[in-house]
Protein backbone atom coordinates (compact mmCIF):
# COMPACT_ATOMS: atom_id res chain seq x y z
CA UNK A 1 0.00 0.00 0.00
CA UNK A 2 2.68 2.05 0.93
CA UNK A 3 4.53 1.76 -2.76
CA UNK A 4 1.39 2.55 -4.20
CA UNK A 5 0.99 6.24 -2.52
CA UNK A 6 4.37 6.58 -3.05
CA UNK A 7 3.79 5.92 -6.58
CA UNK A 8 0.48 8.10 -6.72
CA UNK A 9 2.28 11.40 -5.45
CA UNK A 10 5.13 10.96 -7.93
CA UNK A 11 2.23 10.52 -10.56
CA UNK A 12 0.59 13.63 -9.02
CA UNK A 13 3.88 15.77 -9.11
CA UNK A 14 3.81 15.03 -13.04
CA UNK A 15 1.77 18.01 -12.99
CA UNK A 16 -1.28 18.89 -15.43
CA UNK A 17 -0.27 16.95 -17.94
CA UNK A 18 -0.92 14.13 -16.02
CA UNK A 19 -4.40 13.99 -15.57
CA UNK A 20 -5.10 14.03 -19.32
CA UNK A 21 -2.44 11.13 -19.88
CA UNK A 22 -4.36 9.12 -17.16
CA UNK A 23 -7.39 9.29 -19.12
CA UNK A 24 -6.18 8.36 -21.96
CA UNK A 25 -4.21 5.12 -20.05
CA UNK A 26 -7.87 4.26 -18.57
CA UNK A 27 -9.45 4.54 -22.26
CA UNK A 28 -6.35 2.17 -23.68
CA UNK A 29 -6.82 -0.52 -20.77
CA UNK A 30 -10.67 -0.39 -21.58
CA UNK A 31 -10.30 -1.07 -25.23
CA UNK A 32 -7.79 -3.84 -24.07
CA UNK A 33 -9.67 -5.16 -22.11
CA UNK A 34 -13.07 -5.47 -24.11
CA UNK A 35 -10.43 -6.65 -27.09
CA UNK A 36 -9.13 -9.58 -25.38
CA UNK A 37 -12.48 -10.30 -24.27
CA UNK A 38 -14.73 -10.10 -27.51
CA UNK A 39 -11.20 -12.18 -28.62
CA UNK A 40 -11.87 -15.16 -26.20
CA UNK A 41 -15.65 -15.29 -26.80
CA UNK A 42 -16.32 -14.50 -29.99
CA UNK A 43 -13.39 -15.54 -32.15
CA UNK A 44 -12.03 -19.06 -31.36
CA UNK A 45 -13.05 -21.72 -33.35
CA UNK A 46 -13.09 -25.20 -32.39
CA UNK A 47 -10.72 -27.73 -34.41
CA UNK A 48 -13.26 -30.19 -34.90
CA UNK A 49 -15.30 -27.65 -37.56
CA UNK A 50 -12.10 -26.69 -38.67
CA UNK A 51 -10.73 -30.38 -39.55
CA UNK A 52 -14.69 -31.36 -40.78
CA UNK A 53 -14.82 -28.36 -43.46
CA UNK A 54 -11.45 -29.70 -44.52
CA UNK A 55 -13.12 -32.84 -44.86
CA UNK A 56 -12.89 -34.24 -48.74
CA UNK A 57 -16.43 -35.75 -48.44
CA UNK A 58 -18.06 -33.94 -45.65
CA UNK A 59 -21.63 -33.42 -44.72
CA UNK A 60 -23.54 -29.91 -44.66
CA UNK A 61 -25.79 -31.27 -42.07
CA UNK A 62 -22.94 -32.50 -39.51
CA UNK A 63 -21.70 -28.49 -40.30
CA UNK A 64 -25.18 -26.95 -39.28
CA UNK A 65 -25.41 -28.85 -36.26
CA UNK A 66 -21.91 -27.93 -35.37
CA UNK A 67 -23.02 -23.93 -36.45
CA UNK A 68 -26.13 -24.12 -34.49
CA UNK A 69 -24.54 -25.34 -31.37
CA UNK A 70 -22.23 -22.27 -31.53
CA UNK A 71 -23.10 -18.34 -30.33
CA UNK A 72 -24.75 -16.49 -32.92
CA UNK A 73 -22.48 -14.12 -32.13
CA UNK A 74 -19.44 -15.79 -33.03
CA UNK A 75 -17.40 -14.48 -35.89
CA UNK A 76 -17.17 -17.93 -37.61
CA UNK A 77 -21.24 -18.42 -36.76
CA UNK A 78 -21.60 -15.18 -38.78
CA UNK A 79 -19.36 -15.76 -41.88
CA UNK A 80 -20.60 -19.73 -42.24
CA UNK A 81 -24.25 -18.69 -42.18
CA UNK A 82 -24.13 -16.78 -45.61
CA UNK A 83 -22.26 -19.69 -47.71
CA UNK A 84 -24.94 -22.12 -45.23
CA UNK A 85 -28.38 -20.27 -46.31
CA UNK A 86 -27.38 -19.50 -49.74
CA UNK A 87 -25.58 -23.06 -51.01
CA UNK A 88 -27.75 -24.20 -53.69
CA UNK A 89 -27.12 -20.83 -55.18
CA UNK A 90 -24.23 -20.54 -57.92
CA UNK A 91 -20.82 -21.04 -56.12
CA UNK A 92 -20.20 -16.91 -57.23
CA UNK A 93 -23.09 -15.73 -55.64
CA UNK A 94 -22.41 -17.94 -52.49
CA UNK A 95 -18.90 -16.02 -52.48
CA UNK A 96 -20.10 -12.54 -52.93
CA UNK A 97 -22.29 -12.91 -50.01
CA UNK A 98 -19.51 -14.66 -47.74
CA UNK A 99 -17.10 -11.64 -49.01
CA UNK A 100 -19.88 -9.33 -48.05
CA UNK A 101 -20.18 -10.76 -44.37
CA UNK A 102 -16.44 -11.01 -44.52
CA UNK A 103 -15.92 -7.20 -44.56
CA UNK A 104 -18.66 -6.60 -41.87
CA UNK A 105 -16.83 -8.56 -39.56
CA UNK A 106 -13.76 -6.93 -40.43
CA UNK A 107 -15.14 -3.46 -39.32
CA UNK A 108 -16.60 -4.70 -36.37
CA UNK A 109 -13.16 -6.51 -35.22
CA UNK A 110 -11.35 -2.92 -36.18
CA UNK A 111 -13.51 -1.01 -33.89
CA UNK A 112 -11.40 0.84 -31.07
CA UNK A 113 -8.28 0.33 -33.07
CA UNK A 114 -8.06 3.44 -34.01
CA UNK A 115 -8.28 4.54 -30.49
CA UNK A 116 -4.87 2.40 -29.60
CA UNK A 117 -3.54 3.92 -32.74
CA UNK A 118 -4.33 7.86 -31.56
CA UNK A 119 -2.83 6.56 -27.63
CA UNK A 120 0.08 5.92 -29.58
CA UNK A 121 0.67 8.87 -31.08
CA UNK A 122 -1.34 11.81 -28.51
CA UNK A 123 0.35 9.78 -24.98
CA UNK A 124 4.52 11.00 -26.12
CA UNK A 125 2.84 14.61 -27.85
CA UNK A 126 1.06 15.25 -24.14
CA UNK A 127 4.17 13.98 -22.43
CA UNK A 128 6.20 16.34 -24.29
CA UNK A 129 3.90 18.88 -23.33
CA UNK A 130 4.41 18.56 -20.04
CA UNK A 131 7.74 18.37 -20.35
CA UNK A 132 8.00 22.03 -21.34
CA UNK A 133 5.67 23.19 -18.97
CA UNK A 134 8.11 21.91 -16.40
CA UNK A 135 10.75 22.80 -17.77
CA UNK A 136 9.21 26.06 -17.39
CA UNK A 137 8.42 25.75 -14.50
CA UNK A 138 11.85 25.00 -13.46
CA UNK A 139 13.01 28.15 -14.78
CA UNK A 140 10.35 30.22 -13.37
CA UNK A 141 8.73 31.93 -16.96
CA UNK A 142 5.44 31.00 -15.68
CA UNK A 143 3.87 32.85 -12.87
CA UNK A 144 5.64 36.24 -13.45
CA UNK A 145 8.05 35.84 -10.85
CA UNK A 146 11.44 36.48 -12.64
CA UNK A 147 13.95 33.75 -13.72
CA UNK A 148 16.26 33.28 -10.86
CA UNK A 149 15.25 30.92 -8.33
CA UNK A 150 17.42 27.71 -8.33
CA UNK A 151 15.62 25.65 -5.94
CA UNK A 152 12.99 25.55 -7.96
CA UNK A 153 14.50 23.86 -10.79
CA UNK A 154 15.19 20.42 -9.91
CA UNK A 155 11.11 20.52 -8.93
CA UNK A 156 10.54 21.35 -12.12
CA UNK A 157 12.90 18.80 -14.18
CA UNK A 158 11.07 15.99 -12.46
CA UNK A 159 8.16 17.07 -13.08
CA UNK A 160 8.98 17.39 -17.29
CA UNK A 161 10.51 14.02 -16.88
CA UNK A 162 7.29 12.72 -14.76
CA UNK A 163 5.02 13.31 -17.54
CA UNK A 164 7.63 12.55 -20.34
CA UNK A 165 7.93 9.05 -18.97
CA UNK A 166 4.42 8.09 -18.43
CA UNK A 167 3.27 9.28 -21.84
CA UNK A 168 5.88 6.87 -23.28
CA UNK A 169 4.69 4.24 -20.92
CA UNK A 170 1.21 4.66 -21.87
CA UNK A 171 2.44 4.68 -25.93
CA UNK A 172 4.27 1.42 -25.44
CA UNK A 173 1.69 -0.39 -23.93
CA UNK A 174 -1.04 0.88 -26.35
CA UNK A 175 1.63 0.09 -29.35
CA UNK A 176 2.40 -3.07 -28.38
CA UNK A 177 -1.56 -3.74 -27.87
CA UNK A 178 -1.82 -2.60 -31.51
CA UNK A 179 0.27 -4.47 -32.87
CA UNK A 180 -0.64 -7.80 -31.70
CA UNK A 181 -4.72 -7.22 -32.29
CA UNK A 182 -3.99 -6.21 -36.00
CA UNK A 183 -2.18 -9.30 -36.17
CA UNK A 184 -4.48 -11.45 -34.41
CA UNK A 185 -7.46 -9.71 -36.43
CA UNK A 186 -5.31 -10.35 -39.82
CA UNK A 187 -4.91 -14.30 -38.74
CA UNK A 188 -8.77 -14.52 -38.29
CA UNK A 189 -9.64 -12.78 -41.30
CA UNK A 190 -6.85 -15.02 -43.23
CA UNK A 191 -8.51 -18.26 -41.71
CA UNK A 192 -11.96 -17.53 -42.82
CA UNK A 193 -10.77 -16.79 -45.97
CA UNK A 194 -9.10 -20.41 -46.47
CA UNK A 195 -11.71 -22.23 -44.28
CA UNK A 196 -14.73 -20.07 -47.72
CA UNK A 197 -12.58 -21.24 -50.29
CA UNK A 198 -13.17 -24.80 -48.96
CA UNK A 199 -16.81 -24.72 -48.66
CA UNK A 200 -17.26 -23.04 -51.91
CA UNK A 201 -14.93 -25.87 -53.12
CA UNK A 202 -17.53 -28.17 -51.74
CA UNK A 203 -20.29 -26.12 -53.14
CA UNK A 204 -18.83 -26.46 -56.54
CA UNK A 205 -18.60 -30.39 -56.26
CA UNK A 206 -21.83 -30.33 -54.90
CA UNK A 207 -23.04 -28.34 -58.03
CA UNK A 208 -20.68 -30.38 -60.83
CA UNK A 209 -22.16 -33.72 -59.36
CA UNK A 210 -25.60 -32.76 -59.55
CA UNK A 211 -25.16 -31.35 -63.41
CA UNK A 212 -23.37 -34.59 -64.34
Not at 38 to 48: G, H
Not at 64 to 90: A, W
Not at 114 to 129: C, F, I, K, R
Request: proline fraction near 3%.
Amino acid sequence: MQGLNEAWEAIHFGGAMVYPLLVLGVVALFIMTDKAYVYLRYVRIPQTLVRLVETYGFSWNELEKQVDSMQSKHYFVRFFRPILENREKPAWWVESRAADEAQLIEKSMSRGLWVLETVVTAAPLLGLLGTITGMMHAFKLIGGGGLVDPSGVTAGVAQALIATALGLFIALICLFAFNFFSRLQSQILDEMERLGTRLLDHIRMDQEGGAR
